[in-house]
């Protein structure tokens, strides 16, 4: 074991921080006033875009011809701050394993920065990995994944990938990574692309496949289990 990949929104942070709804609440605006969808078709075609294609941006580039960074600028464009603190236990937490540590995130490189720097944890990461990683193809399909081992030197079965998103997990274990999930308490009234990649049949499907290796209320609860692990393969 010698890396871990983190998600980034509901995952670094707990979901009732609500941040991703302002996030939702810019995606829905930037299709409608820079797109020009109107406000009746928003859902749907959000739901249709992450099914098809695993993200809103993807739907958006491949059938409006979308500007990727004038989007990712726009819907990123809010206030963290106003959700998110510094979280001590959560830095001592990160600072105490002795592993290598990456956001992996189907955000922005920016919107990560602001989430980190508020939560008071951006020196505890070697490197941020964002959209732009695979051309905007985000998780979980697997290219991203694999372009993230390429890059880091890494392989999957050295990786533990702690996700809010089921989908996105089994995506890492079938590249042999350890999984974490954290529990998300957010409502299904929000219609974010994470919430769509949580509540998938797809996921329902397939969870019964690849079983998640822990999950956990909270973050702040993977440094222990991680622990274990690394005691339970030393005893071997």
């Given at each position: 074991?010698?890396?871990?990949?983190?998600?980034?929104?509901?995952?670094?942070?707990?979901?009732?921080?609500?941040?991703?709804?302002?996030?939702?609440?810019?995606?829905?605006?930037?299709?409608?006033?820079?797109?020009?969808?109107?406000?009746?078709?928003?859902?749907?075609?959000?739901?249709?875009?992450?099914?098809?294609?695993?993200?809103?941006?993807?739907?958006?580039?491949?059938?409006?011809?979308?500007d990727a960074e004038d989007y990712l600028d726009y819907v990123h464009d809010i206030d963290v701050s106003s959700r998110l603190q510094a979280n001590l236990p959560l830095r001592q937490m990160l600072q105490g394993l002795p592993l290598r540590k990456f956001v992996f995130?189907?955000?922005?490189?920016?919107?990560?920065?602001?989430?980190?720097?508020?939560?008071?944890?951006?020196?505890?990461?070697?490197?941020?990995?964002?959209?732009?990683?695979?051309?905007?193809?985000?998780?979980?399909?697997?290219?991203?994944?694999?372009?993230?081992?390429d890059v880091t030197g890494l392989q999957g079965s050295s990786c533990v990938m702690v996700e809010d998103s089921l989908a996105n997990l089994h995506m890492?274990?079938?590249?042999?990574?350890?999984?974490?999930?954290?529990?998300?308490?957010?409502?299904?009234?929000?219609?974010?692309?994470?919430?769509?990649?949580?509540?998938?049949?797809?996921?329902?499907?397939?969870?019964?496949?690849?079983?998640?290796?822990?999950?956990?209320?909270?973050?702040?609860?993977?440094?222990?289990?991680?622990?274990?692990?690394?005691?339970?393969?030393?005893?071997?």
């Amino acid at each position: 074991m010698r890396a871990i990949l983190f998600d980034l929104d509901n995952t670094l942070y707990g979901s009732e921080r609500a941040l991703i709804s302002l996030i939702d609440a810019r995606i829905n605006l930037y299709m409608q006033h820079v797109v020009g969808i109107t406000a009746d078709k928003v859902d749907g075609l959000r739901r249709r875009y992450w099914q098809q294609y695993g993200v809103t941006l993807q739907g958006l580039i491949r059938e409006h011809g979308t500007d990727a960074e004038d989007y990712l600028d726009y819907v990123h464009d809010i206030d963290v701050s106003s959700r998110l603190q510094a979280n001590l236990p959560l830095r001592q937490m990160l600072q105490g394993l002795p592993l290598r540590k990456f956001v992996f995130t189907n955000g922005s490189h920016a919107h990560a920065v602001r989430v980190l720097q508020c939560l008071g944890i951006e020196d505890c990461f070697e490197h941020i990995f964002d959209i732009r990683l695979s051309n905007y193809i985000p998780k979980p399909n697997p290219l991203p994944y694999e372009t993230v081992l390429d890059v880091t030197g890494l392989q999957g079965s050295s990786c533990v990938m702690v996700e809010d998103s089921l989908a996105n997990l089994h995506m890492a274990a079938h590249l042999g990574m350890k999984t974490i999930l954290v529990k998300s308490a957010a409502g299904d009234s929000v219609m974010s692309d994470q919430l769509l990649a949580g509540t998938s049949n797809e996921d329902t499907a397939s969870s019964e496949n690849k079983p998640i290796d822990a999950i956990v209320e909270r973050v702040e609860q993977v440094g222990n289990i991680i622990q274990d692990w690394m005691k339970n393969r030393c005893a071997r």
